[in-house]
């Protein structure tokens, strides 16, 4: 594998030009219209893993409407039925928490895992691809540990240095947990971020290179989670500048957005295009169309922690008190 360091050289004119409001504020919750006013509620169902096994929860929407969910106690990914009815079982090794799940368009699954250890490497991406329409056919095709670039100093001088830069925050120790921390793109390059570092590292598709942004410019920043949306761009969490940058996949920074608490905003990509945003604490979920675009904001009727959509009139919400899984379907 050939590994290089790519600078990732962003204008500030540019952002400042496209910097706008993404959090409401308190005065503007009280508008928002409810989830129902959009989505009516189809059902409700227990998640099919145990929520000792499932702990932290990691979902994903497969094709044919399929619940991929990671069982962390096992260290496999388990696929459902929307029934609750379970289809198969993937094996990956136990080398960490399973931290991300995600497909690109072609099906292929990534699965990231953090060691949360204070040494290298701290983790390991995984692509696996069906071989046939079964659920249960997916083998693995290629395995990565992280990063690639390291500075050969320890894991706790670079902990200091951060502290240094101005970079450190919760997400920086590489022992805490930081979800969505990979993202596979919709042709199949896999992005990964190292909060340490405050850098971020690219797979091509292949598997045959690796490329680490830098992230110059943006510095200081503390990325603290990465998703990579339907139509090709990525969009990324700042937890030292509270704030949500979109980016294409050379790592050019095209928009930022101010995000109150956007460590606990949890990201979901939009089939098709955009994304949405999941604020736990707030109740409320933002949906973002192309470039970023608003396209408005709802209460939510309760605290979900986990979202997929497995298309675009489709909404599966995760209630991790009740630990209930909530189908809701678009409103014509």
């Known amino acids: 594998?050939?590994?290089?360091?790519?600078?990732?050289?962003?204008?500030?004119?540019?952002?400042?030009?496209?910097?706008?409001?993404?959090?409401?504020?308190?005065?503007?919750?009280?508008?928002?219209?409810?989830?129902?006013?959009?989505?009516?509620?189809?059902?409700?169902?227990?998640?099919?893993?145990?929520?000792?096994?499932?702990?932290?929860?990691?979902?994903?929407?497969?094709?044919?409407?399929?619940?991929?969910?990671?069982?962390?106690?096992?260290?496999?990914?388990?696929?459902?039925?929307?029934r609750g009815r379970q289809l198969a079982r993937l094996k990956v090794a136990k080398r960490g928490v399973i931290s991300a799940l995600d497909f690109d368009r072609a099906d292929r699954l990534l699965v990231a895992q953090q060691r949360r250890e204070l040494r290298v490497p701290l983790g390991e991406v995984r692509v696996f691809e069906g071989i046939s329409s079964s659920a249960g056919s997916y083998r693995m095709i290629r395995s990565r540990t992280y990063p690639k670039y390291w500075t050969g100093r320890s894991v706790a001088e670079e902990i200091e240095l951060a502290r240094a830069r101005g970079e450190y925050t919760a997400f920086t120790p590489p022992d805490q947990l930081v979800m969505r921390g990979a993202a596979i793109t919709p042709r199949g390059s896999v992005f990964v971020i190292v909060p340490v570092l405050s850098t971020m590292e690219r797979f091509s598709a292949d598997g045959a290179t690796a490329s680490t942004y830098m992230m110059t410019e943006l510095r200081p920043w503390s990325p603290c989670w990465v998703i990579a949306t339907r139509d090709g761009e990525l969009v990324l969490g700042d937890a030292r500048n509270e704030r949500m940058l979109l980016m294409d996949t050379a790592g050019r920074a095209k928009a930022a957005w101010p995000v109150t608490r956007v460590g606990e905003q949890i990201a979901c990509a939009r089939p098709g295009r955009g994304w949405l945003m999941l604020d736990p604490r707030a109740?409320?979920?933002?949906?973002?169309?192309?470039?970023?675009?608003?396209?408005?904001?709802?209460?939510?009727?309760?605290?979900?922690?986990?979202?997929?959509?497995?298309?675009?009139?489709?909404?599966?919400?995760?209630?991790?008190?009740?630990?209930?899984?909530?189908?809701?379907?678009?409103?014509?």
């Open 283 to 332: 109740h409320t979920m933002a949906w973002y169309g192309r470039e970023g675009v608003s396209e408005g904001q709802q209460r939510l009727p309760a605290a979900y922690e986990a979202v997929a959509m497995p298309d675009a009139r489709t909404l599966w919400l995760f209630d991790t008190n009740e630990w209930t899984w909530h189908e809701y379907q678009a409103i014509d």
């Open 1 to 82: 594998m050939r590994d290089h360091v790519r600078r990732c050289v962003i204008t500030w004119a540019l952002l400042s030009a496209t910097l706008h409001t993404f959090a409401a504020t308190d005065a503007t919750i009280e508008s928002v219209r409810a989830l129902t006013s959009a989505w009516r509620l189809a059902w409700v169902r227990p998640v099919p893993v145990a929520r000792a096994a499932a702990a932290p929860l990691v979902v994903a929407a497969g094709r044919n409407q399929r619940l991929w969910i990671a069982d962390q106690n096992a260290g496999e990914v388990q696929v459902y039925t929307t």
